[in-house]
Each structure stands twice: as structure tokens, then as C-alpha cells.
């Protein structure tokens, strides 16, 4: 599968689709882009539990922090990773001695590591590299249209305000389907300094 | 499952906007407002310190502004934008980011003569020092890259000389230098170029014209590609360091491929200022809904005209590229294939005097410092918006003293060849 770019409608069934989130590395410090990813997924409705042995006992918008994926009492769909990229193997690893598996492997924006997406992918979970979820969840919903972000989706139906805890609709009109042009060119750029 | 992709006409109509959350109120509202209430301390410091989504202050942003910022990004097909108070704000914001002091970045000379101002003068004082190459010799530019050079910016079509620029071949050369290709595409639209396509990383307008395209609001955009990896060599600390007063973000890594765009907004808006009121922002949505007819209109009212004064006695040269023959005709077929633009120049036989009295003479044209309305304008550069620049200048930027401008407006074609022609014989 190609990770440089993704279809909406593939990113679309996984927010849609999961509801228990472990996030490895996340951080309590709440100026750090893990907290306000946290925060924020929390706040849409995800059951969220942050994942840091250095941080045990303490908690994060209320939810405790665990030591390792193991130590989750119940099962997850999906482990968000905010780690560098040589530690997303090792965890990849441990989310695969799971039992039920995690349907979804995701690493964070600046996160790729392709030798453990097809150690995931070939145990059948979907994966997701270089993207941020708080960000793909804003932008499908298109809450993050404030910034102007171009969403790539649309809508005729009225907006709902949000609120706290609730799952916004992602399933507007998708229009750039992911793979655009200078999606594809940004890719290359990374991949192929010149 | 691959999603459908909706065309040009349907995102120029809805992107970005969606029916009111509270009232349903289907066009985009004015929010003529300057501030936004927060739900509680935590949701206000969450927006301050730029991690949750949401409306502050309409320096900073604003919901009728943010529709104008999607809708543009998504007809150039960008990753987001920011709408500021005019095509020269846009061209501020966009190189305060960039640039430090000492830095430079090459600009053709082709250029709307108040960028050549902007650029030479103002931007100086900044100590930003632009390094001028020839949109006509490409090797100009190679030249002229310096371990000092951060950015290269073009006009796709070029005001006044009705030039067209060879993008990509531009864009090999940015991408060779490790720079952004910024392309100022106020004079085609992205529905006659879409200079991202073609390499650019970063594309402006001046609103002002084709975008809003009734004369009737000043307004710029900045759309941000999302192809250039600003990190890479730590060329652009706006983008790849800490921010001192975000908590240490990193802009860049915190926001991915939209971060020029975000860097833009929360550092030259913020802090220079030039918000574009959410009147205006309304103003433009409005003409952008029907750019596609629009822009068509334009681009066949205008060679229809330049055909016309080709023939005509008393003229001397016609310079649009839409016409075969002309030196730039091969690089119109291949960026802009569905018309050459509406803005272009033509000199008369009679040199400077006879432009004067053509633009006296003329009835329906309006004798104004614009282009992109619905009327015809008409105007002598030479005298009016390059007047500031040396004779050589001038000529280069394809406004010599005998050449004279039109705006090609949308009244019938019969009717604006009917002025010039009682204007060329009176
Ligand atoms: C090509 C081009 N770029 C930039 C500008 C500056 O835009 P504004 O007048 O909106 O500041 C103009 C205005 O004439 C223009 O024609």
C-alpha cells in the first residue's frame, strides 16, 4: 500500500470506525502536541488512554497513564504513535502480541517507519504514517476550516455546533481524495532531497 | 475505493462554506465582528497557545475570511491559505516569513510595476534584497542564485506585457536551489493556471482582480502548496524552530504540510496586521462563485479585441499571447489553454501621443489603475503604474512609452470594439 498519500475515504473508515485509542508517548506536559492531540480526540468522543512509563500515576485530562500497550485492561483499536521512528518497530511488535489485535497502527505527523507498517499491514492492520489524527479528524469534519485549511471535502447540510464529546460528522463530499498533485510532489521532495 | 473528485465550477461554488450551524442562513454570513466569546479559561488559553481549533480576534482570523481561505486553496488545490488586506499584504506576509535580514530571493523582472516598487524600495528598508532575472532567459535566473537566496517569485502571467512565464522550467531551477517557486497568479486565476501543478509551492493573488473580478474590493490570498520541507536545512527558522511565544512549537512539525500557511497567519497577520475585513472576504466569495464564466468571458472578449486591433490601421503591435505569432503563444497553449487572460498591451503608430488621446477618447472604457473588473479599462503604465521606474525598467516590464493597457471587460464584444474603433478614428 502506498503511504505517501492516502484516500479520504480510508482515513475516514478508520476515525469512524475505532473508538479505544492508546497513545504511546503521549506527554501531560500541555504545551506538547501529544497533550493537545489527546485533549482534543478526548473530546470528540474517543476513549482515550495515554500510554508512559515515565509518567505512571499521574493522568491526563483525567484519564491514568499506563506503562506499556500490556498493561491496558481492555481492548484497543488503535495505537497512536508519538514517538520517533525507530521506536515505531519495537511497538509495533508489542501491539502484535495483543490479544484481541489493534485494527489500526497510526504514527504521528513526522512518524514513518515502513519495515514495521508491513510487519502490521501483513498481520491484517491497517496503517497510517506521517499524519495526525487530530488534524485529519478537524479537517474531515472540517472543523479545522477556521484556519484555512483546505479540507478537501463538502457539505449542503447545516454545521453542527460542537460540544463537548461529540462525534462530528466525517462524512462529508470528498474532494481532493488525497492523492493530489502536490500531495504526490511533497512526497517526492521528502523522499528524494534534491 | 477512490472518492470523486468534484470540478472546478462546484468547488468555486461551495468549497469552504456550508449552511449557517445556528441561523441555516445558506450564503456565507458577514461576521462583522471583531472578537469571539471563549467557552472557559481553559478553551481560551487552548486557542491562544494554537492548540484547538477556533476563532479569537479577527486580526487573527475570521469565519467569513476562513471560507475566502478555503475556497482559494482548494481551486489552486493548495493545502490551506490566508486571506489578508491586499495582493501587496499578501507579498509582505509572505516574505517576512521567509526571509531574514541580508537574505535575498530573484524576482523576474516581469512584474506588476507596484511589486518592482515594493520590491525595490520598501523591502530594502527590511534589509530583504532582491536579485532581478529575465522571465525570457531562464539561465538569468540560474545566475542568480546565492547562498543567500531563499525564495523565487514569478507572475504566471505577467502584468502589463501580457508575458507568459514558463513555470516549470523556473520551478526546476527553485527546486535545484533548495528554494520556494512563489507564483503570483492574480492575472490567470486558478481557472485559467494552476501554477501549483506545475511546481510552485506557494501561490498569491491580489484579490483585488479576477477573484473578486467587480472592481469593488481590495483583498489578497496566500496559498501554501504544501510541498516544500521547511525544515530541511534550517533555512527558514520561522518555520523549523521553536516559536518563543508559542510555548516553544515548532511550527513545522506541529502543523505538517500546511505550516506556511499557519506561519503566515499566526506570525506576519498577528504581527503586521493586514486583516482583510470579513466584509470584503463577503465580497469576493461572491465573484468567485461564478470566476469559471466568468474568467471564459474575459479570456474570449479579450481575443476577440486583440484580433480586432491587429488588423486595425493605426496600430502598431498587439502584445497577447493568445494571438498566434506572438513570442509567448507556445507557452499560452501550454498554461493556459483555455484563454490568454483579459489584460494585455498595444502600442499605436502614433507613439505616446496617440495613446493619451485614445485613452481621452474612449467612452465605455474607464481610464482607472486596475484590471480583472467587469467593465473595460484602459491605461497608459508608462505615465500611471510604472511611472516610478527608469526608462530601461519600463521597457522591460513591457510598459514602454507608446504602449498602452486593457482590461478586457465582459459587455458585449461588438460593443468595447466599437468604442476603440470611434476612439482610434476621432
Ligand atoms: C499582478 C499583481 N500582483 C499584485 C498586485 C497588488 O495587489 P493589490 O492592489 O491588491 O495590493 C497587483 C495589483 O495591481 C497585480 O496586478
Same mark, same amino acid.
Not at chain 2, 15 to 26: L, N
Not at chain 2, 382 to 390: R, V, Y
Given at each position: 500500500m502506498n503511504h505517501d498519500t492516502y484516500d479520504d475515504s480510508y482515513i475516514r473508515e478508520i476515525l469512524n470506525g475505532v473508538k479505544t485509542i492508546a497513545m504511546v508517548g503521549a506527554s501531560p506536559v500541555n504545551v506538547r502536541p501529544s497533550y493537545f492531540a489527546f485533549k482534543y480526540l478526548a473530546q470528540r468522543g474517543y476513549d482515550m488512554i495515554p500510554v508512559n512509563p515515565g509518567q505512571v500515576g499521574k493522568s491526563l485530562v483525567g484519564k491514568p497513564f499506563v506503562?506499556?500497550?500490556?498493561?491496558?485492561?481492555r481492548p484497543i483499536d488503535m495505537v497512536d504513535i508519538f514517538r520517533n521512528s525507530e521506536a515505531a518497530l519495537p511497538l509495533v511488535e508489542e501491539a502484535l502480541a495483543l490479544n484481541p489485535l489493534p485494527k489500526v497502527i497510526w504514527m504521528q505527523l513526522g512518524v514513518r517507519n515502513d519495515e514495521a507498517a508491513a510487519k502490521a499491514e501483513a498481520a491484517g492492520l491497517k496503517v497510517v504514517m506521517n499524519r495526525c489524527p487530530k488534524i485529519e479528524y478537524g479537517r474531515l469534519s472540517s472543523?479545522?476550516?477556521?484556519?484555512?485549511?483546505?479540507?478537501r471535502t463538502l457539505s449542503s447540510k447545516r454545521a453542527p455546533v460542537p460540544t463537548q464529546g461529540m462525534r462530528l460528522s466525517l462524512n462529508r463530499v470528498s474532494?481532493?481524495?488525497?492523492?493530489t498533485n502536490a500531495a504526490d510532489r511533497a512526497a517526492r521532495n521528502k523522499n528524494d532531497p534534491a | 475505493m477512490t472518492d470523486r473528485l468534484p470540478g472546478f465550477a462546484t468547488l468555486a461554488i461551495h468549497? +469552504? %462554506?456550508?449552511?449557517?450551524?445556528?441561523? +441555516? %442562513?445558506?450564503a456565507t454570513p458577514i461576521y462583522q465582528t471583531t472578537s469571539f466569546v471563549f467557552n472557559d479559561a481553559d478553551h481560551a488559553a487552548s486557542l491562544f497557545g494554537l492548540q484547538a481549533f477556533g476563532n479569537i480576534y479577527t486580526r487573527l482570523g475570521n469565519p467569513t475570511n476562513a471560507v475566502l481561505e478555503e475556497r482559494v486553496a482548494a481551486l489552486e488545490g493548495g493545502t490551506a491559505a490566508l486571506a489578508v488586506a491586499s495582493g501587496h499584504a499578501a507579498q509582505v506576509v509572505t516574505f517576512q516569513a521567509l526571509l531574514q535580514p541580508g537574505d535575498e530571493f530573484i524576482a523576474a523582472r516581469q512584474l506588476y510595476g507596484g511589486s518592482i516598487n515594493q520590491f525595490t524600495h520598501t523591502f530594502k528598508s527590511f534589509g530583504w534584497n532582491v536579485v532581478w532575472a529575465d522571465a525570457d532567459d531562464i539561465a538569468t535566473f540560474e545566475r542568480a542564485v546565492s547562498p543567500r537566496t531563499k525564495a523565487i517569485f514569478i507572475e504566471s502571467l505577467a502584468n502589463p506585457g501580457g508575458s507568459v512565464t514558463d513555470i516549470e522550467a523556473i520551478s526546476a531551477i527553485a527546486r535545484k536551489a533548495g528554494v520556494p517557486l512563489i507564483v503570483d497568479n492574480t492575472l490567470a486565476s486558478p481557472y485559467l493556471i494552476r501554477p501549483i501543478d506545475h511546481g510552485a509551492d506557494i501561490v498569491l493573488h491580489s484579490a483585488t482582480k479576477f477573484l473578486g473580478g467587480h472592481g469593488n474590493s481590495i483583498g489578497g490570498v496566500i496559498v501554501d502548496a504544501g510541498t516544500f520541507d521547511w525544515s530541511r536545512d534550517n533555512k527558514y527558522p520561522i518555520l523549523s524552530e521553536p516559536r518563543p511565544e508559542y510555548h516553544g512549537i515548532k511550527l513545522q512539525e506541529t502543523f505538517g504540510n500546511f505550516a506556511f500557511a499557519i506561519a503566515c497567519r499566526v506570525i506576519g497577520l498577528r504581527d503586521l496586521g493586514p486583516a482583510l475585513s470579513p466584509f470584503n472576504a463577503f465580497m469576493i466569495l461572491t465573484g468567485i462563485e461564478t470566476l469559471p464564466l466568468r474568467m471564459q468571458r474575459h479570456c474570449d472578449n479579450a481575443k476577440a479585441v486583440a484580433e480586432w486591433l491587429s488588423n486595425h490601421p493605426a496600430v502598431a503591435a498587439v502584445n497577447y499571447s493568445g494571438l498566434p505569432g506572438n513570442r509567448y503563444n507556445n507557452l499560452a497553449r501550454k498554461y493556459s489553454p483555455k484563454g490568454a487572460g483579459a489584460v494585455f498591451t498595444f502600442s499605436l503608430k502614433g507613439g505616446y501621443d496617440a495613446g493619451v488621446d485614445l485613452v481621452s477618447n474612449l467612452k465605455l472604457f474607464s481610464h482607472l489603475a486596475?484590471?480583472?473588473?467587469?467593465r473595460s479599462l484602459v491605461i497608459h503604465?508608462?505615465?500611471?503604474?510604472?511611472?516610478?521606474?527608469?526608462d530601461d525598467a519600463k521597457t522591460k516590464a513591457g510598459a514602454g512609452p507608446d504602449i498602452v493597457r486593457v482590461s478586457i471587460g465582459l459587455e458585449d464584444k461588438e460593443d468595447i470594439i466599437a468604442d476603440l474603433d470611434q476612439a482610434l478614428r476621432a
Open positions: 506503562a506499556s500497550l500490556r498493561d491496558i485492561d472543523e479545522i476550516s477556521w484556519m484555512g485549511v483546505n479540507s474532494v481532493g481524495g488525497g492523492g | 468549497a +469552504g %462554506a456550508q449552511p449557517d450551524p445556528t441561523t +441555516g %442562513a445558506r486596475n484590471v480583472g473588473d467587469t503604465p508608462a505615465s500611471t503604474t510604472h511611472s516610478q521606474l527608469t
